[in-house]
């Protein structure tokens, strides 16, 4: 049987907005994923040892604050170290477009905005896992 | 016949309550106009809290506002006070908010991002600077640290000059909407349930005219609840805060005056409106039966309200002017006591000058042009909105009863039975949304193919962070040392025993305590709460 693709849902810092992240989490378990979803109030380190420990294919970060530009590169940043380089990493929050080239250049390989479709963010995962 | 024929199968609005084409008298029987409907300021108050309402005066026009420093904060609050806003709404940023310093390592990248920051009296000193706190009244969106906020409020009055008992204004205070549904919680349930009641306590004896809670369904509902779950759970939250002060010993009387209410005011024009009705009518009726309050100030629901944030698009967003103007339209309607209109590019950052300035622009243009201010409750005996109040009210009950046979508000908490609730209306919300179900103009209707989202946004400044650091060093470094370790001692001590803390964070703020220490003291008294989280 294929193994079911995983995917961690993390909030960092002290971002208490966990609607997008909660709706995100469900439309992955419903459309198969394994979900880990983090909780809030998450820091880098907590998450990527999450991320390694639950072997995920994917990190979903969710963002409606303002220290994504901070704390997504230093996860990103902590996993690359760790060897887990093919990790997907996605965004999705209330995220500037400016902070989104950033993000991107980091290593996220898309910002989802208000308002994304959910069918588009999983196919979007699907189509672009490296891993698995 | 071909003529009957209807462009759905189903209507409902945004809380999916299906309704019907057209509501008469028998969708009212049963209704009793002098038992349910009663005058405008009378008992139930369904009708409003005021003979007069918005014929006396209107209602407080009261922008929410925050973000970087306090001299920018303060510098936007002149602004709008000078373009004929009447009361000021502080945002914290969210270290302020969880009671961290700006020098702890966890703000970093957070601090003035969502409202202003503000560590220890020197700020509050600055973000308060040339405004008469004798005048205005001013409310503080601040949950755990509320009662450090009012502290450094009362410490800023008394270096105006200006009495405590004439200074106005509402601290937010509500825990338990936190557990539920913001998540702004520090301490555990019971330890938080104790600070709430020394606030209410206090001020009571000593800060008449400030409300020491703002009992809010806006989070509940912008975390995805429906009307009627928002109603019903910030109910039972205002419950849950009566039994507990009446426990401490509490007199209903002397504190249900000073409870406020705060609730979303979403899409669904007659729904909403309806349900600012429905709530009045409940409260009063819970807090003369159930509670045995015999002040009718205490019967009262007064409130404020805040147009929905989730309704904003970052698509078109100029269309959210629009939004913003049909709901801000049925909370004056529902009778609110003060109103706060979202920006019209919130959904992308922080509004920018112009924005707010549209936003304030449309709560006057209710007030001065449209002439629903002339009268009291235009909508009463609408079979429609008569209808729907009931059945939010029966909803409501319904609620109540489920949350009852749980063991109350905190064992529900406990259980999840919120957080499942609201997780579920948010799911099946955006599915609707996804299926087209429900069309939002700009995103899943009428869309733009060939849009770029690039309205000019507020930006905060990143010194921000830099310079609060350096202002907490030399706060500390400037300040009687001794005094404040003395101060912090004995919150300390006091903490672990049935005193009233209010006169110990006091001391603390005057002694230049930082919010981050004061709230340490608990965070290492009381330990902190964890959820598990469902969705």
Not at chain 2, 246 to 253: E, H, P, S, Y
Not at chain 2, 505 to 512: D, F, H, L, M, T
Request: proline share 4%.
């Amino acid at each position: 049987m294929e193994r079911k693709l995983r995917v961690l849902v993390a909030k960092l810092g002290l971002d208490a907005h966990d609607r997008g992240a909660k709706v995100v989490a469900r439309a992955y378990r419903d459309a198969g994923f394994e979900v880990i979803y983090t909780g809030i109030y998450q820091r880098p380190e907590g998450v990527a040892d999450a991320a390694i420990q639950e072997d995920v294919d994917v990190v979903a970060i969710s963002s409606l604050a303002g220290a994504h530009t901070v704390l997504i590169p230093q996860l990103i940043e902590l996993l690359k170290a760790q060897g887990a380089d093919d990790i997907l990493f996605l965004a999705g929050g209330v995220i500037p477009e400016e902070d989104a080239e950033d993000l991107k250049a980091a290593g996220v390989a898309a910002v989802f905005g208000p308002g994304s479709d959910l069918d588009e963010i999983i196919q979007f995962t699907q189509a672009n896992v490296r891993r698995a | 016949m071909a003529n009957e024929r209807e462009r759905k199968e189903r209507f409902a609005g945004v809380s999916d309550r299906p309704v019907q084409r057209v509501y008469g008298p028998e969708d009212l029987s049963g209704w009793d106009p002098e038992r349910d409907l009663g005058e405008p300021g009378q008992y139930p108050f369904t009708r409003g809290i005021h003979g007069t309402m918005y014929r006396g005066r209107l209602w407080t026009m009261r922008q929410f506002a925050g973000f970087g420093s306090a001299e920018e904060t303060n510098a936007r609050f002149k602004f709008l006070l000078q373009q004929g806003q009447t009361g000021l709404s502080v945002a914290f940023d969210m270290p302020t908010l969880l009671g961290y310093d700006s020098d702890h390592p966890y703000a970093a990248g957070e601090v003035g991002k969502l409202g202003v920051a503000i560590d220890s009296l020197k700020d509050f000193e600055v973000l308060m600077d040339g405004i008469p706190l004798g005048q205005v009244s001013t409310s503080m969106t601040i949950n755990p640290p509320a009662s450090i906020m009012l502290a450094m409020y009362l410490a800023v009055a008394e270096q105006q000059g200006v009495p405590w008992s004439q200074v106005q204004g509402t601290i937010q205070n509500d825990i338990l909407k936190d557990y539920i549904a913001q998540k702004t919680y520090i301490y555990p349930p019971e330890p938080s349930l104790r600070v709430i009641t020394d606030v209410m306590t206090f001020a009571a004896k000593h800060v008449p005219k400030w409300n020491t809670i703002s009992i809010s369904g806006y989070h509940i509902r912008e975390a995805g609840a429906t009307a009627a779950q928002e109603l019903a759970f910030t109910l039972a939250d205002g419950c849950c805060y009566v039994e507990a002060a009446m426990k401490a010993g509490l007199d209903v009387d002397e504190f249900a005056p000073r409870l406020s209410f705060f609730f979303d005011v979403h899409n669904d024009f007659f729904e909403e409106i309806a349900k600012f009705r429905a709530a009045r009518r409940l409260w009063a009726r819970l807090m003369r039966e159930k509670y045995g309050a015999k002040d009718p100030r205490s019967w009262m629901l007064r409130t404020h309200a805040q147009t929905a944030g989730v309704s904003l698009t970052a698509q078109q967003p100029v269309n959210n002017t629009i939004r913003v103007a049909l709901q801000a339209l049925a909370a004056v309607l529902g009778g609110t006591q003060s109103l706060h209109t979202n920006s019209y590019d919130e959904a992308l950052a922080l509004p920018t000058e112009e924005a707010v300035k549209i936003a304030l622009r449309t709560q006057q243009i209710i007030a001065e042009e449209s002439g629903v201010a002339n009268v009291v409750d235009p909508l009463a005996g609408s079979y429609y909105v008569e209808s729907l109040t009931n059945q939010l009210e029966q909803e409501a009950l319904a609620y109540f009863d489920k949350i009852e046979s749980m063991g109350g508000v905190v064992k529900a908490i406990e259980r999840n039975l919120f957080q499942r609730e609201i997780a579920d209306s948010a799911y099946r919300f955006q599915r609707r949304q996804m299926s087209g179900d429900y069309k939002v103009v700009g995103v899943n209707a009428y869309a733009d193919s060939d849009e770029q989202i690039n309205t000019q946004i507020l930006r905060v400044d990143k010194a921000v962070q830099r310079r609060q650091i350096d202002r907490i060093a030399s706060v500390k470094a400037s300040r009687d040392g001794a005094r404040a370790a003395g101060a912090l001692a004995e919150l300390h001590r006091a903490s672990q025993t049935s005193e009233n803390l209010m006169p110990y964070i006091i001391e603390c703020v005057k002694a230049y305590c930082t919010e981050g220490e004061i709230c340490g003291v608990w965070r290492e008294l009381w330990g902190e709460y964890r959820e598990e989280s469902v969705y």
